[in-house]
């Protein structure tokens, strides 16, 4: 005997095997339905939720040691298709999912850590399940670098033993926050100097192309100098880089490449 799927019942109904030349083929089973949910699995099958998360204050890059506190951690879920992917538990990490680090699972769609100062880098992870046991994760970062400085002046302004402050109260100066190191700046030196510094702990540059293409980085002089009393209170040594000769541009374009 064979057996066939009655789409109506959802039961396998017996048929007498299929003759082909007079001889008996093998008959063909199928397996049936055990349910509705079954059939709704195969034709609309479910989309696992999806999940984005949103950190407040922003998790801009910011430089060390600027203090955010009770950061609040914020979901926004898209469920699946299946009517049976409601979410079942909400759980909120801090750096990576443990256990150990778990600080919060309920239903609740966001979170404020209260009581936490953030000063170094840190990962918040959401991870949601719903009711079919399916997990989907996702984490934003908060970060802290120290910055790049950049501007013209007169040759030799600054010391090899300098403040932060003192620094950024120099004429001009551009202070940037970025895990970018290749930056392009515009300036407009009258018988000035292009002066970049970056932290030692990055690459030290490759290249200095300049607006008409030119690579330019043999034209300036390197050294080493010390930052002190950082944010964080450390020194911190930086890439002294300094234009060997004045110069007076309108609106001129520099790009500094690690």
């Known amino acids: 005997m064979a057996y066939k799927l009655n789409p109506f019942t959802g039961l396998l109904d017996a048929k007498e095997s299929i003759s082909f030349q007079g001889k008996y083929t093998q008959p063909k089973w199928v397996v049936a339905w055990s349910s509705l949910q079954d059939w709704i699995d195969l034709h609309f099958w479910s989309i696992r939720p999806s999940l984005e998360i949103e950190l407040d204050p922003n998790n801009y890059l910011r430089e060390k040691w600027v203090v955010i506190s009770n950061p609040k951690i914020t979901t926004s879920i898209t469920l699946g ?54 997990e989907w994760v996702n984490y934003e970062i908060y970060d802290f670098v120290y910055p790049i400085f ?61 607006k008409n293409w030119y690579e330019t980085i043999d ?8 930052i002190k009393d950082m944010k964080d209170w450390n020194d911190v040594d930086y890439y002294y880089y300094e234009l060997n000769n004045d110069t007076t541009q309108d609106d001129f374009k520099n790009t500094f490449k690690t």
Do not use: C
């Open 81 to 134: 298709q299946n009517p049976e992917s409601d979410i079942e538990k909400i759980e909120f990490f801090r750096w990576v999912i443990d256990d150990d680090n778990l600080i919060h699972d309920w239903t609740d769609e966001e979170y404020t850590d209260d009581g936490t100062d953030i000063t170094e880098k840190q990962i918040y992870t959401v991870r949601i399940t719903d009711e079919e046991e399916r």
């Open 150 to 210: 950049y501007w013209v002046a007169a040759a030799w302004d600054i010391t090899d033993w300098i403040t932060e402050d003192d620094v950024k109260d120099l004429w001009k100066v551009h202070v940037f926050l970025s895990y970018n190191w290749t930056k392009t700046f515009y300036s407009s030196p009258d018988s000035e100097r292009f002066i970049y510094l970056l932290p030692t702990s990055y690459w030290e540059l490759s290249s200095i192309i300049d």
């Open 219 to 226: 034209d300036y002089n390197k050294s080493t100098i010390t």
